[in-house]
Each structure stands twice: as structure tokens, then as C-alpha cells.
């Protein structure tokens, strides 16, 4: 649906591995996440992430978007200026020199080292391996956003239409790293918000948002116009 | 506030002057409705409009737009890429040739002739004559809507931040010719959605809304990330 899925919680404190006393056994697998812009080689990626979205949510009966309808709409315009995706990689691995990925001047990826308790099984790593990348990266997750508008404080904001992550990767704090990618990007350009919607029944996500100091807007309703409705009142009815 | 106000009710059913009987009082008053893009000689006017809007929801304390702020941020991008404005004009004349609002070829401006019973008597016409157009042409109201986009259909919409008419047109079918300029574009563009927000309590606007169409979703909220809580998510916390 169009909306952010509610993101994990935050993830543990890391446990360096320099910490560890000789002789114990090691208690981090250390993660490398990776956030960069999304570019038209990862469209089957993208198309099956918006897939388990929509199985997530039960929502499949409105799921339907093609890889062909997302490679023609996404892409249009400069990053950050319209529809923009953010890629969540990662990787038991530093990433190495990556010519492909690091090609866009407007967005440096950002890698963060996540020491996890337990190694991660992920049971689609050849589905999701990442287009262009060593063997060793796999995609886990994404947010689309674009800008949004406050004539109240003239200026743009962010709107988070969708942030998902694999089942597998959930609640290691990779949500938070890609909502936290939006808001600093928000930052960096002197946008005044960051915007999403959240379902009013999803007690631990609100909580969550209301912890990182975020409002919930509790009067508003969103109002939809779509199918044979907007066709009726866009032809005049 | 990031909101579209409620559109008034639709108009009555016009009167054509030709149907009244010879000897009676007409009960007709014309008024020729346009809608066009707004322009950057606009903003002065774009600028007041807003803020009425603000002294309308009581919420001045948010209001920070400035012309310059609005200067610097609309008008960036060609029409419907990014935020795009629709201008309503009225006069009591038809319009003449009129290159300076006649001159984008995505948008020929729209007119429509709405019969009244009454006519208005407009207390600010002077505040708001259009820049450019004869002494006669008055901006009445204004539509500010942006693209969005659904992952599951795979395309895009429109987001409807703000329909604002002055107090003295209201309740006359403007609001709804500004929305439904709005849905048409959409058709047009084979958008799928076109969506805004509602206040719960705004009974009359939900009725109106539903009847067009329109599906409330009632489970969703908005969560706004901003000031100095932004700054800080943004910053790294």
C-alpha cells in the first residue's frame, strides 16, 4: 500500500570485536550496510521488494505494478528532485572500489559496519544479489521518496511513500538507517519535513516514530480518488 | 497548513439569461471562472492568498512563507514534474487574447461561465487584481498539487497540498472546478490517484468528497518529522 512499513526497532548496541578478551568466543557477526541511489538495473529487484510488500500487508489484490511500469516512472528526473529510491545493501564484506555504484555525484553511498549477535540465513540471497556487485552483496531492502511541499514554510520536504525491508533482516536497525538516509538528505538540502503515514492500529511503529520525535497527526484523513471515480470527476461526470 | 481546505458545495444550476421571461427581473449574474498555471509574477499574490488560508485554520503561528521563500522554491521544474500551481481567476467580462497566461503549451487555461444569483461584492478586488490581465480580472483562489507515486500500481498521481478560494467566492463550485482541474490533468497524464487531506472533523467536506468519489482511509495517519527533531534524526542523533 502506499504507505512505510513500520521499520524495527533499533538494533543493539555493536559489540567491536576488539572487545572481545582472547580465548572467548567472538559474540559479533559483523554486517556491512550499504545505502546508495537506486539506478534502472535494480528494477527486478525493486519490483519483487514491492511484491513482498504487498503479501506483507495482504494487499496483493492492489498490487499491480509491472517491472515494465516502474522502469517507465522511475528514473525520469535527477535524483532527490522526484520519485527517488534509496537500495539497502549488504554484505559480509567490505565493500571494494565499485565503479557502478559510486558513479552518481549527488549521493556517495553510506556504509555502516553492524555487529549482529547471530549470523543472518537468508534464504533468497541468489534472488536479491545485487546487479554489478561481488557475488557477497545482497539487496535487502529500500525506501521511495520525493519531495513534498509546505506553503505554510515555503519550502520542500521529503515524502516516504514506501520503506521495506526482508524478513530476514528485520529488527537489526536497517529501517531506521534508511529512514535516517532521508531525513539527513532532508537536512542536507534545507527541507523543513520529513512526512509518512503509519496505520493508526500499529501501536509498536508509532511508538517507535514518537521516539525518534516525530509527530502523528491524529485529525487528518487521507481522501483517494482512483479508478472509475477519478475518471468520472476528471472527464467533467 | 499541509492541507486542502473544504471545497464548497456545487453551484446551483445556472440560469441562462435567455430563459428568463421578458418583463421579469434577470436572475442570472455571469461570472467567467479561469483556471491557468500560475506564473513568478503571480507569487505576490500566491504569497497573500496562503496566508489568508492560515488566518482561515488558525494557524498563523506556523506561517513563515515568505515571497522570496516561495520564489526560490516554485517554479523549478516544467509544470506537473514537480509542485505546480493552478490560478482562479474570475471576471464579470470574457477574457481577451491574453499571451501572457496563454503561452505555456502544457496548460491552455480553462474557462467556464457560472450564472449567480447574486453578484459578489469582492471587499480586497484591488488586492488581488491579476497581474497582466485587465483591471477587470480578479484571482479568486488558487489549487497547489504536486506528483506522488503508488509502488503497487507503478505509476504516478497527484498529491493536492492546498485549495484555498477567498471568502467572497466560496460556496459557488469553485473548489470543486479547481479539484476536478486537477483529476482532469491526472486523467489526462494516465495518472492513477489523485489525493489529499481532510480534517475527521470537517463533516461537510468528507460528505462532499465521498460523494465525488472520494474513499477516506480511515486507518492511516501522517507522522511529520521536522525542526529541530529533523535536524537531530538527520544529523545522526
Redesign the interface.
Known sequence: ????APPPPPAPVPTPPSTVPEGSTPLGFPVFARIRLAQPTDVPHIHKL?HQ??VFER?TH?????EA??SS?LFT?PPF???TIFILEVSSQPYVEDILHNNNPLYQPKVQVVNLDLPIDDPERVTFRSTGSSSDVVIAGFV?F????????????F?V??LFVRECYRRKGFGRMLL?AV??????MGY??????????NVNA?KF?EE???????????????G?????????H
Open positions: 500500500m502506499a504507505a512505510a514491492i510488500m504487498a494487499l492492489l498490487f499491480s505494478a509491472t511500469s516502474l516512472t528526473s528532485q522526484s520519485f521511495l520525493f519531495p513534498n511541499y509546505s506553503t505554510f514554510l515555503g519550502k520542500p520536504g515524502y511513500e514506501d535516517s531525513a539527513k538528505q532532508a537536512v542536507e523543513g519535513r520529513v512526512e509518512w503515514v503509519v496505520l493508526d492500529w508509532i516514530y525518534m520525535g516525530a509527530k502523528i497527526l491524529q485529525e487528518w484523513r487521507i481522501c483517494r480518488l482512483t472509475d471515480a477519478l475518471q468520472a470527476y476528471g472527464n467533467g
